[in-house]
């Protein structure tokens, strides 16, 4: 399969069901979203250039806290309550400096 297949199927498809996993409010849900955010950074990681993935990929590599804990996703997944605290507070002050800018943030807060 192609890379413009692949992306395609992701934009079109993959990307709509991972958004409604991440934005389930069904009471079994918070332990299938770890899976949802891991097929969100597969997909990141393997489109880094598509308008779709490329403010993304901009945040989870500017937003990590530091070198050995990974990207923005992986820490907001983190058991840790003090990585994701950490982790939305380097994402908020990259967004407020101008750094990082994403244009739909219903991608990353459930309505």
């Known amino acids: 399969m192609s890379q413009e297949k692949k992306l395609l199927f992701a934009n079109s498809n993959l990307l709509q069901l991972v958004l409604l996993g991440m934005n389930s409010t069904n009471e079994r849900a ?15 990681s393997s489109f880094p250039d598509d308008p779709q993935f490329a403010a993304l990929h901009a945040i989870d590599s500017s937003c ?3 070198k050995e804990s990974g990207g923005f996703f ?3 997944m983190q058991l ?4 994701r605290q950490r982790a939305l507070f380097k994402l908020n002050e990259k967004l407020v400096s101008g750094e990082v800018f994403y244009f739909d943030p219903n991608l990353l807060i459930p309505d």
Do not use: G, H, K
């Open 74 to 76: 992986e820490n907001v």
């Open 80 to 83: 840790q309550v003090y990585q």
């Open 30 to 44: 918070e332990s299938c979203r770890f899976e949802f955010i891991q097929c969100l950074m597969t997909m990141i």
């Open 64 to 66: 990590a806290t530091d």
